[in-house]
């Protein structure tokens, strides 16, 4: 390549691409529904909180590699289609289908990932590779198409070992770290739902934890899960029913922020 200042530009401003995760019916579909004009492409059956919307579509489930990319590459190549936001529901089932593609087609028809293809972490690198074709498609999608990309995900207890001190567990994506990075690296939100708790003491002096009906959103940086933002976001967010607490960061100049 020859360069010249003519090549250089300033920073884009790109719609958000962002990730929420947590545990079972803790209301990660809900929320990402409420991006504008939203299609679903989905790996799972996303459930009731969605049922009668007739401002969102959803894809027949998909079962494969080829049809995932297909779907991507059908929504470049129509930019007409109308829509906004592309939700996949779920990256964490999405990975299972891909681990079990890898598994099916080794040809030494071993059982588990750690085996296939020649074991020594190849069939993990096939893996993320994969899912690097689908975050390449998905920032395509962002960048020429202007659309809002949301990963939606399960949680997953890890234990991590810092370099310099004791280990602690934390929650994570439910999938390989080589394939996490993928959604965590580029990402501009990461949020970690979760239901609020509530402690107190017993009659026995022991902690009794109780639970309430109020979901908190987590998009600052912490310890105890794989969370962030690019927005400045330091508070933790209460969720309301059907409202999107970061619409105003949609449109957000990502150079200013």
Not at 18 to 35: I, M, N, P, R
Request: aromatic letters at 8%.
């Amino acid at each position: 390549m020859d360069w010249d200042n003519a090549l250089l530009q300033e920073p884009p401003s790109l719609p958000m691409m962002s990730l929420l995760y947590g545990d079972a019916k803790v209301g990660k579909t809900e929320l990402a529904a409420t991006w504008p004009k939203p299609i679903i492409m989905a790996f799972e059956n996303p459930g009731p909180t969605i049922s009668g919307r007739k401002d969102l579509k959803i894809t027949p489930l998909i079962y494969s590699f080829d049809d995932a990319i297909g779907f991507l590459t059908f929504l470049y190549k129509t930019p007409n289609h109308g829509f906004e936001t592309l939700i996949i529901e779920t990256i964490t089932k999405m990975n299972k289908m891909f681990e079990t593609e890898i598994i099916t087609t080794d040809p030494k028809k071993s059982n588990n990932m750690g085996e296939a293809w020649g074991g020594y972490g190849k069939a993990y690198g096939i893996l993320a590779e994969m899912h690097g074709r689908i975050l390449k498609a998905c920032e395509a999608l962002r960048r020429d198409r202007g659309m809002n990309i949301v990963f939606v995900g399960h949680v997953d207890i890890s234990k991590f070992s810092p370099p310099d001190g004791e280990g602690y567990n934390i929650y994570k994506l439910d999938m390989h770290t080589d394939s996490e990075k993928h959604y965590v690296n580029n990402s501009d939100v990461i949020g970690f739902i979760s239901q609020k708790t509530m402690t107190r003491k017993g009659e026995d002096k022991k902690t009794i934890v109780a639970s309430t009906d109020q979901r908190i959103l987590t998009c600052k940086s912490s310890a105890a899960h794989v969370s962030g933002n690019r927005y400045g976001i330091v508070d933790d967010i209460v969720l309301e029913k059907g409202v999107n607490p970061l619409l105003k960061y949609l449109n957000v100049n990502r150079k200013g922020a």
